[in-house]
């Protein structure tokens, strides 16, 4: 590797010998086409009109009233696709045919990534396998017919607690067979590099929007960016740009679940504690003697055990803050938005929301809070309204 993928003592790339040679190949392409214009071109002008890329930067007046202070909301919902998912798939798609790649491969939790990734291989011509826990193939249905329909094909993965992190393992176990034809598309900032940079990289462009949104109508920098952390991407998206600006702070948002309190919760960075999985070193959910403990999230976006690692450096340096929010907080703030502003946002997006309505009175009037709204809660509608009859209604 040209690069040592380290953040401080985090990351780093320990995966099979069988797959360093493809990681590094992987390392030189984007490191190629980073300063590539040609390449930047394609994906920009993707990113444009196939996309709808740039996504506005909203002031929320309502929000703003009950925070006290300038509330934007960066509206990635809007991005093709529902998410931010799709900045980075297209990238990594292109990545793939740069280098004469044929077949995408990708995990899937949700459903999210793998739709995002069946999305990208149409549009380019390239076939798509998705691993996915049958366990999530069978309560994701709608996200399985979906990849299908974009020509992608599903495979359930029967190994382990039959989720995302089996599935995680089970493609890294195919591509090991198939690097000669295969390109592993990852879905967040965490595995081993140069994933972590690579989809920082493909995310940044969130980031620098909003810069440049905010210089242009009020020139300044916003107080703080806040953004909800499942694996990172689109908190890392939101973030990279201000990074080098410590008047800048950065929140980040996990899923307390039923409360930090009860264990059953996914804030890695809060509750975990340093260690090895998917092939980097980060901070990660495990139990006394260091086996991996599973996430619990009603979004099951932000359920995953570990997190990125750059994200763990910039906790421990204490350059970004990490927050939660539970899934009761994060309902309340989803209908709160709807009702108040005409935005449903994700499950996952509304955790972020949720923490920033707990800050409320904490600001100056001039004060710019930006949060980061990574996607649309179409797909959340039925999940979250039975989980709102369940506790007896609407907030
Ligand atoms: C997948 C997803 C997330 C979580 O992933 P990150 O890598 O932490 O961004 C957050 N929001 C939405 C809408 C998602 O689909």
């Not at 044929?102 to 069946?118: D, F, M, N, P, R």
């Not at 440049?212 to 991407?233: F, H, I, K, N």
């Not at 996914?266 to 495990?286: D, F, K, N």
């Amino acid at each position: 590797m040209q690069l040592s993928g380290r953040f401080g003592p985090f990351g780093g790339c320990f995966v099979s010998e069988l797959l360093i040679p493809a990681l590094e190949e992987m390392e030189s392409a984007w490191l190629a086409a980073r300063e590539d214009s040609a390449f930047k071109a394609e994906l920009d002008d993707l990113l444009a009109r196939w996309a709808g890329r740039p996504t506005p930067l909203y002031r929320a007046p309502a929000l703003s009233d009950t925070i006290g202070c300038e509330v934007y909301l960066k509206r990635e919902d809007l991005l093709h696709g529902g998410a931010h998912k799709t900045n980075n798939t297209i990238g990594q798609a292109l990545l793939a045919k740069r280098m004469g790649r044929t077949q995408l491969i990708a995990e899937t939790g949700a459903g999210q990534h793998g739709v995002a990734t069946a999305m990208a291989g149409a549009l380019l011509g390239l076939n798509v396998r998705v691993f996915m826990g049958a366990k999530d193939v069978a309560r994701q249905q709608p996200n399985v017919r979906r990849m299908q329909l974009f020509g992608a094909e599903v495979i359930p993965v029967e190994s382990g607690s039959r989720s995302l992190k089996d599935a995680i393992n089970e493609t890294l176990r195919y591509w090991t067979e198939t690097v000669a034809t295969s390109f592993y598309v990852f879905g967040t900032v965490a595995g081993p590099h140069p994933y972590p940079s690579i989809v920082k990289d493909f995310q940044r462009v969130i980031g620098e929007e909003i810069r440049a949104d905010l210089q242009a109508e009020l020139g300044r920098l916003p107080t703080a960016v806040m953004a909800c952390v499942g694996g990172g991407s689109n908190a890392m998206g939101a973030f990279a740009e201000f990074v080098p600006h410590p008047e800048v702070r950065l929140i980040g948002v996990e899923p307390a679940g039923h409360g930090l309190e009860t264990g059953q919760h996914g804030a890695t960075l809060i509750a975990g504690r340093p260690g090895c999985v998917h092939g980097s070193i980060s901070y990660l959910l495990q139990d006394d003697v260091g086996q991996v403990l599973e996430a619990h999230s009603i979004s099951a976006g932000l359920d995953y055990p570990g997190v990125g690692p750059e994200h763990a450096w910039l906790k421990e340096q204490g350059r970004a803050q990490y927050v939660s929010a539970t899934d009761n907080e994060a309902l309340d703030a989803l209908s709160w938005l709807c009702r108040n502003e005409g935005i449903l946002p994700a499950l996952e997006s509304s955790h972020a929301v949720a923490a920033a309505m707990k800050t409320a009175g904490q600001w100056q009037a001039e004060d710019v809070l930006v949060i980061n709204l990574s996607g649309r809660g179409d797909k959340d509608l039925a999940h979250a309204i039975s989980a709102m009859d369940a506790r007896g209604g609407v907030a």
